[in-house]
C-alpha cells in the first residue's frame, strides 16, 4: 500500500473549516484513498473515502487532486469534538483478509474556542 | 454502522500474570480480525491477523508465545498477553473486517504493575 505524508499537526478555530492536506505520490490506480480519526483514548472512527472523485457524506468532504497525488478532508464547521488525530490511509479495496490498514503518523488536530 | 466491542475497557493486572482481552462483532460475522497496539502518543500498530478456525498471522517482531490470539467464532476473537510485564502497558485496539470495510472496536487500556 502507498505511503502517506501528512503534517503533524494543525489548529483551527472552533466554527471554521478544517482542510487537512495528505500527499500519495506514490498512489497506484486501484488504491483508495481512506480517513479515519482517533479522539483521546478511543478506536480509530471511519470518516470518508474515494478513489478519484470528490466525495462528501454527513461529517466531512473529500477533496482528491486529478493526478491523486494528493487530498484534502475538510471539515466544514469544526467542533471542539472534532479535536483528534487524523490519519489519511492508501489502500486496495479489498473484501478479505488482506483488508488490513497501516497507519502513520496522522495529524493531531486542536480545534480551538 | 457496524459495532465493535471490546472487554474489558481497562485492566490493571500484576506483572507476571495474564490477562485475556475480548473483541466482539456485535450485528455481523467477521472472519477476520485484526488486533492493534499503541503506546502513548504513538500511532497503532499491528500485532496480528486473527482468522476464524485457524491459526493466526503475528508481524514480525511480535512473540505469538506472548500474545496468544484465539479466533473461535465468527464474532469473537481474544488476545491473551502472557506473562504480562511492565512494558506490556499499552492501549490494544482490535478491528473487525466487515465486507471492504474496517470497523475498529473502543479499545482496551492495559497497565501492568
Known amino acids: 500500500d502507498a505511503k502517506t505524508t501528512q503534517p503533524t499537526s494543525m489548529d483551527c478555530a472552533e466554527g471554521r473549516a478544517a482542510n487537512l492536506p495528505c500527499n500519495h505520490s506514490?498512489?497506484?490506480?486501484?488504491?483508495?484513498v481512506y480517513w479515519y480519526r482517533q479522539i483521546h483514548s478511543q478506536g480509530p472512527q471511519y470518516i470518508i473515502h474515494?478513489?478519484?472523485n470528490n466525495e462528501t457524506n454527513e461529517m466531512a468532504s473529500l477533496i482528491i487532486t486529478e493526478d491523486r497525488k494528493s487530498s484534502t478532508l475538510i471539515l466544514p464547521h469544526a467542533t471542539l469534538r472534532d479535536t483528534a488525530v487524523y490519519y489519511c490511509?492508501?489502500?486496495?479495496?479489498?473484501?478479505?483478509?488482506?483488508?488490513?490498514?497501516?497507519f502513520g503518523g496522522g495529524t493531531r488536530l486542536m480545534v480551538k474556542p | 454502522g457496524a459495532v465493535v466491542s471490546q472487554h474489558p475497557s481497562r485492566v490493571i493486572c500484576k506483572s507476571g500474570t495474564s490477562v485475556k482481552i475480548e473483541c466482539r462483532s456485535l450485528?455481523?460475522?467477521?472472519?477476520?480480525m485484526f488486533w492493534y497496539r499503541q503506546f502513548p502518543k504513538q500511532s497503532l500498530m499491528l500485532m496480528a491477523t486473527?482468522?476464524?478456525?485457524?491459526?493466526?498471522?503475528?508481524e514480525q517482531g511480535v512473540e505469538k508465545d506472548k500474545f496468544l490470539i484465539n479466533h473461535a467464532s465468527l464474532t469473537l476473537s481474544t488476545l491473551t498477553v502472557t506473562s504480562a510485564h511492565p512494558e506490556d502497558s499499552s492501549f490494544y485496539i482490535c478491528?473487525?473486517?466487515?465486507?471492504?470495510?474496517?470497523?475498529f472496536g473502543p479499545g482496551t487500556r492495559l497497565t501492568v504493575t
Open positions: 506514490t498512489i497506484s490506480g486501484n488504491e483508495y
Open positions: 486473527s482468522n476464524e478456525g485457524s491459526k493466526a498471522t503475528y
Open positions: 490511509i492508501v489502500r486496495v479495496a479489498r473484501s478479505n483478509a488482506g483488508n488490513m490498514l497501516t
Open positions: 450485528d455481523f460475522q467477521a472472519t477476520t
Open positions: 478491528s473487525a473486517n466487515g465486507g471492504y470495510e474496517q470497523y
Open positions: 474515494g478513489l478519484k
